[in-house]
Structures are given as C-alpha cells and as structure tokens.
C-alpha cells in the first residue's frame, strides 16, 4: 500500500464512523496492542471502533478495497493469538456493538450484540427468569462476539453444552461489506446450508460477527456442591455416568484437578488440604438440586452409594456459600499459579476419555524424561474431555518450549484435539495438522478464499494466508 492510497483509507475511513472512533499512533490504547496470550504487543496501524453494523460494513467495504488487512478485536481475553495485532494490521473492536436488542421470553431467546460482556448476557437473562448456559472464568470481560467466534466452552458444557449449541443464529459481515443476517430464533430451521454455524468458531477468519441470537433455558435450581476423591479417569467416568443417571439432567459442573495441580495448590498456602490423603483426580461437581437440606441430602446420598461401590474414596459436601466458593477457590487457584511457579506452557486440548489415562501418563513420563525437573500438571472440564495442561521448567531451564511437541505429538497419537475451546489463532498453527487431516485443511482454506478473497481478515489465524 503507497502512503497516498494510506493516507485516503485513513480519510475515508474517518469520513465513515466519524474522527473520534478512528485512533491512531499513541492515541490507541495500549489494551489493543495485545491479546491475553502474553506475546509481545504490537501497535496497530489504526484502531477502529464502529458503532453499528452498518458502520463495520461501510470500514470493511474500504479495507477490502485498500487489500488493507484487519484483526478483529473483542473482550482481548483470548489465549491463542487470535486478536493479536501484527505489524500493518488495522485493529476493529467491537466494544461499541454492546448491548441486548431483545429477549423473547416466550421463545426463550435473546438477540445481543457482539460486543456485549457475557457477564450482561447471565444478568440479563436471569431478569426474565432465565439462564445463558455458557459461563467462563473471563465472564466478567470476555463478549459474546469473541465466545461464538472460538465456539467458547466453560464450566457448565456437560449440561448445557458449548456455545455452538447455544447459538440459533447470527449476523455478519464479510470482508467485502456484505452483510448476511441470520438471526434465527427458532430450534428447527431446515433451509438449505446453515452458514452461520460456520462463522462459529471459525475466529473471525471468515467474517465479523455483529450480532448473535442466543438459545435459554429455564433457570435451573441452586446447586449443591462437592468435593470428590477418585483413583483415575476410570472412576471418574464411572461418577459422571451414575451422577448423570441418579439426576438427569441436572449436573451442571464435573471438573477435574490431578495431583500435581492440587501439589502446586497446596504451595499457594491459602486453601487447606480437601482431604486427609491427596488423591489422583479431586472433583469438583456441581448439581441443580435445590438450595436447602433436601438438595443437600439428595447429593449426600448419591455419593455415599458411590463410596459403597468403591468409586469416590472420600467426599466433601458444601454446607454454605462460604464452602462453594471455598470449592471453587481450589478450582480457580490456576491464576494464582504464576505468583510462585516459574513462566511456562500452558494447553487447552481434548483427549477421548477411555484413553486420558494412558495419555497424561505418556506425557508425564516425556516431560520428566526430556525436561528433568519439570512440573506437570492437568486439571479441566472433565466430563467434555477438555483438559488444560501447564508444564513448567526447572528452576535451572530457560523455558519450557520443549513441552509442545510433547503434548501435541501426544494429542495427534491419541486421536485427541490440540484446542478445546480457546481456539488455533496464531500460537497454535504450527500443529493443526496433529488434529486435522490435509483434506480437511485443504477444505478450510477453501471455505476461507470463498468468504474472504482477498486474506484481509485475521489473516495468519488458523493456517498461514496463502
């Protein structure tokens, strides 16, 4: 691009959502120069901040004439160098398209804009009586643009499912300006290709998510709360099957922290021992029973014919808000992990269950073998096979790079998923092939030139442009 040809996209672009929503040089925030996966920041050459639909189609109508690339911006909490700017790419944030435009309480539906915090989404829902499924440790910044884009999980998906299946439908916009909307409210829609599930999880490489229509529920019960000890994967499926049968439809949360992760806990100093010998996998479930003593008995129940039946070792129940959150602290104590562990890798994959055993001992074995010293640590939403690893280096070491190809050469042999949830973007290219076959990629790319001719959008997320 010739600083002439610059400096009109930069005049028209102004002239179309206004001076003061494009930003430039030390007037773009510093928040936009990085996502949160911790890489070096980068300034984008302008940040834009469109107020409307109409105002991202009219800036990438320019940016797709210029050939002027962008990277789409949400809630910046991404962990895959997804919203990551590269040198001479525009940043347009979506912080602008905030808000709920309608909820329908007899369709059970809500249609938000994308840029709406998803910590909105559950408050707004829970007015009318009713409940968001989705639900992550980034509520209170991540959007719902950004969590449709990387098909987000969390903690509640063996209830409720990922955000794939909480979306009937969306608007956006492709790179040339052309605006598709599809806010489908309805469960049953059989009219030809259904295109916005492919704008799902595909990270904003084929098209800018403007405004989503999102599937509720009733609002579910209070839930009960417990801790449980198990010896493996093996009991802990056997759990999650027995717990699904005795209350269908009722578990909403079945996490999953090994021993390490419950080792470099315990160094935190803040959270006291669960039980009086750390077991191989603590549980954190969670059910829609009820608040009170009923709901408390019905899970006590549960689980002390689990203990009959040699599953759960040992078990403790919440008996107040101050124990859930105490539960949860052990849980959440991950993002406290960097206060004494040195800087490391950290993963977001899926592996089978039957085989998640034999894989975390195949990587612990690889880690300890190649990087002596090392700490391995697994923990993760269990019941939908999505496991987040951490390994860090010896003290002595410089990095813990190395822990990549062992991890991912690991998920590729055990049929697993390098990303659960958090999407490839740039940090996780390199090894999609572990993943996906050359057809299916070959296919991605196809989709990507259909969508998005010219590579202008998030441009080297997923596979390299070109």
């Known amino acids: ?105 007899e369709s059970r539906t809500m249609i938000a804009f994308a840029g709406t915090p998803l910590h909105v989404i559950h408050e707004e829902a829970q007015k009318v009586g009713l409940h968001y499924g989705v639900d992550l440790g980034a509520r209170g910044s991540c959007t719902i643009g ?12 063996v209830r409720y499912g990922v955000t794939r299946r909480n979306v009937l439908g969306l608007e956006a916009v492709l790179s040339d300006g052309t605006v598709l909307t599809g806010l489908n409210k309805m469960l049953k829609n059989n009219t030809g290709y259904d295109w916005p599930q492919l704008m799902i999880g595909s990270e904003g490489t084929l098209g800018v998510i403007t405004r989503v229509s999102l599937s509720l529920s009733p609002a579910p019960p209070a839930f009960q709360t417990a801790l449980c000890a198990v010896s493996g994967v093996a009991d802990a499926a056997a759990v999650l099957g027995r717990l699904e049968q005795i209350f269908p439809g009722r578990l909403v949360t079945f996490e999953g922290m090994w021993r390490e992760y419950m080792d470099v806990t315990a160094k935190l100093g803040t959270l006291a021992e669960p039980f009086a010998e750390r077991p191989e996998i603590t549980l954190l479930i969670e059910a829609a029973l009820g608040d009170g003593q009923e709901g408390q008995d019905l899970l006590a129940e549960a689980l002390s014919t689990l203990m009959e039946e040699g599953r759960v070792q040992d078990a403790v129940l919440a008996q107040s808000l101050q124990d859930r959150q105490r539960f949860w602290a052990y849980r959440e104590a991950n993002y406290e992990f960097h206060h004494i562990m040195p800087a490391g890798e950290h993963f977001d994959i899926s592996l089978p269950m039957n085989v998640m055993d034999a894989a975390i001992a195949h990587m612990r074995a690889a880690t300890a073998s190649e990087m002596p010293g090392s700490t391995f640590i697994a923990y993760g939403h269990m019941a939908d096979s999505n496991l987040h690893l951490a390994v860090y280096p010896d003290a002595s070491a410089n990095d813990a790079a190395g822990s990549k190809a062992i991890v991912y050469d690991a998920v590729g042999m055990f049929k697993g998923s390098i990303s659960a949830e958090h999407g490839i973007g740039m940090l996780k290219r390199p090894y999609l092939s572990r993943s996906r076959t050359p057809a299916e990629l070959a296919l991605m790319k196809s989709l990507k030139q259909t969508f998005d001719p010219a590579a202008i959008l998030n441009r080297d997320r997923i596979f390299a442009a070109g």
């Open 1 to 105: 691009m010739t600083m002439d040809l610059a400096s009109d996209l930069m005049a028209a672009l102004r002239a179309a959502i206004g001076d003061d929503f494009v930003k430039q040089g030390s007037d773009i925030p510093v928040k936009h120069w990085s996502d949160a996966t911790e890489m070096t920041p980068v300034c984008p050459k302008a940040l834009l901040l469109p107020g409307s639909t109409a105002e991202v189609s009219a800036v990438l109508a320019l940016c797709f004439k210029a050939g002027q690339p962008v990277v789409i911006q949400g809630g910046l909490t991404g962990l895959a160098a997804g919203a990551q700017p590269q040198e001479g790419e525009i940043a347009l944030s979506l912080q602008r398209l905030n808000g709920i435009e309608e909820i329908d309480i």
């Open 146 to 157: 950004g969590n449709v884009a990387t098909n987000a999980g969390g903690v509640q998906a």
